[in-house]
């Protein structure tokens, strides 16, 4: 271990308490908002944005001139990934969220099977709309992603008796196709999950070849970044009435409120709230905990990300 202590800039107090039992880490409170950064940011080689942080923070980088690692407190490292000075690696927040997420997953899959919006709408205009739904059990679920949120939804999805859960990734392994093999797959699914990061390989990867090849009825649920998607080749499905869709994420994102897709039908949208819940600071710095242990170490973070992953 370096006689120095590694400097690390934290945004926030949950932070300093969860890594002050690491030894060999100084740890240095910012403001995310203020516009310039403590003295010690001239010394700091690691930087933890905000949660969720927006490209501003991307300037905070230049003002760390000994940095070494940009250590995130999201599982999503898009906005970072490439943007780097040389030198400087980038760890994400991967094992924090994905619980939740797939709670979002399950929430939102459910919600449009059973169609509580719908119901909704009519409890809003005094109407007894009473009806056969849709069902999430008998189901042939198609998760394209197969890292921790995947395994977290699976979990979740085989209580609800579905018929089969059918995962993809990049590269095909046991129990895990590739995701070359997705035209031959999306024919034989009645629900799409994506899950996978935005990176070269996924972005606009649901394109209109993609949805075509979905079965008629079948349900969209996109909770990896919008940009994964074809915007206008979903609207298309969509306003043919062929597909159901369920989005957490959006492109562009925020959605302007003049966007098609707020009025497009068989479409519900949440505003990007999936890991947006209480105890995310304590979930992700449980795992930054971990990254920093290794970094203290002298060590790599074990959630460096290398080609986007």
């Avoid at 969720?52 to 940009?70: E, F, I, S």
């Avoid at 992700?284 to 986007?308: F, K, M, S, W």
Wanted: net charge negative; proline share 7%.
């Amino acid at each position: 271990m370096s006689a120095e202590p590694v400097t690390v800039l934290v945004p926030h107090d949950e932070g300093e308490a969860a890594l002050a039992d690491i030894d060999g880490l100084e740890l240095v409170r910012y403001d995310e908002q203020a516009d310039a950064l403590p003295d010690a940011a001239e010394r700091a080689a690691v930087l933890i944005p905000g949660f969720l942080a927006t490209t501003d923070a991307l300037k905070l980088v230049g003002r760390c001139p000994n940095l070494r690692l940009v250590q995130l407190l999201s599982a999503g490292a898009e906005m970072w990934v490439g943007r780097l000075p040389e030198g400087v690696q980038l760890s994400d927040c991967q094992g924090a969220h994905g619980g939740v997420t797939a709670e979002w997953v399950l929430a939102a899959t459910l919600a449009v099977l059973r169609e509580i919006p719908p119901f909704v709408r009519a409890q809003d205009g005094g109407r007894w709309d009473q009806h056969i739904t849709d069902t999430l059990t008998g189901k042939r679920v198609l998760l394209v992603g197969a890292g921790d949120l995947a395994d977290q939804t699976a979990r979740r999805m085989e209580t609800f008796d579905v018929a089969a859960i059918t995962r993809v990734g990049r590269r095909a392994r046991e129990g895990v196709h590739a995701t070359s093999e997705l035209p031959d797959l999306l024919g034989d699914h009645d629900v799409v999950v994506l899950l996978v990061p935005l990176t070269d390989e996924t972005r606009g990867l649901v394109d209109a070849a993609f949805l075509a090849a979905m079965p008629d009825g079948a349900l969209l649920v996109n909770a990896a970044r919008g940009p994964v998607v074809d915007t206008e080749a979903l609207l298309a499905e969509l306003r043919a009435e062929r597909l159901r869709a369920v989005v957490d994420v959006v492109d562009p994102e925020p959605l302007p409120a003049d966007h098609p897709l707020w009025s497009a039908p068989n479409l519900l949208i949440t505003p990007h709230v999936g890991g947006s819940v209480p105890g995310h600071l304590e979930r992700a710095y449980r795992v930054v905990h971990t990254q920093l242990e290794a970094v203290a170490r002298g060590e790599d973070p074990p959630n460096l990300v290398i080609n986007g992953y």
